[in-house]
């Protein structure tokens, strides 16, 4: 979805987020949060799945009407210094596309999905990658398997790619995964999440997720929408 913002806005960040809502009512009542996808001087460009009301109602948008936006929201990843790898997981490629169209051939992309019709935009990021790698869960394309486990063996067979950071975006099956192998492997990896958000500025505290702090506990709580949604995958704490 492409839009032209009727009001002047600030660039936004790779890894940034927008809450997004079409204007012809309010069912569903909150702004739904969408990663910027692409942008330009004129537009604003989203990729996203349909899961239910409000995106099914975003989809439903044509060409002239308005929506509402609020954005750009959160912190997003901090830029690489050089080579980078990116994980993506299915839609996940919505979050890390504004890594691969400013940092072009500087990122090894691992891209999985369950299958060859949930690998969006994948020729688009094949060509600003150096190079890439692809699963699909049914072995419609690429690899049959996780991408987590082309992952592992890469990292095998090439040394130099544990000094290099890792950037993801994916289900939290995956950023398990992941943050097992870059444990073993003393590696760094930013992570964008998801949490259900109901303001997306950090006023209702919705969005909450637990994050090792020298707090006592040894965990405090950070807002996704406000100093996320990347954080450092090493930190976040699952329940
Ligand atoms: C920072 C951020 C960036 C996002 N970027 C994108 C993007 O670029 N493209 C994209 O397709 N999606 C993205 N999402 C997910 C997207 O916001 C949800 O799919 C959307 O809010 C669902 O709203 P809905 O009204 O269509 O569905 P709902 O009726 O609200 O939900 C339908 C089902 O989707 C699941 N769901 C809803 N919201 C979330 C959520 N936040 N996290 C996990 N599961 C959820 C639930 O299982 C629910 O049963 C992002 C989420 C966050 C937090
Ligand atoms: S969505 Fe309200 S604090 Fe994050």
Redesign the pocket.
Known sequence: MKIRPLAETIEPQCGQ?YMLQSCDNYD?L?K??????NFDEKYLQ?????????????SKVKAGDIIHLIGP??NGYLEPKGDFIIVAGG??I??LMPLLVKFRKKAILFFGARNSNELLMVDAAYDMAINSYVSTDDGSIGYKGLITDLLTDFIKSNHYSKELPIYC?GSIPMFKTLKSIIERHNMTCYA??????AC?VGACLG?VVKIKSDEEGGFSYKR??KE??VFNLRDLIWQ
Request: hydrophobic share 40%; charged share 15%.
């Open positions: 987020f569903p909150l739904r949060p969408l990663s910027i996808f989203f990729l996203f799945r349909i899961k239910g009301k409000g995106t099914s109602y975003l929201l959160g839609i996940g919505a979050s975006c964008s999440i998801e949490e259900y958000m997306g969005c996704v929408c996320g949604p």
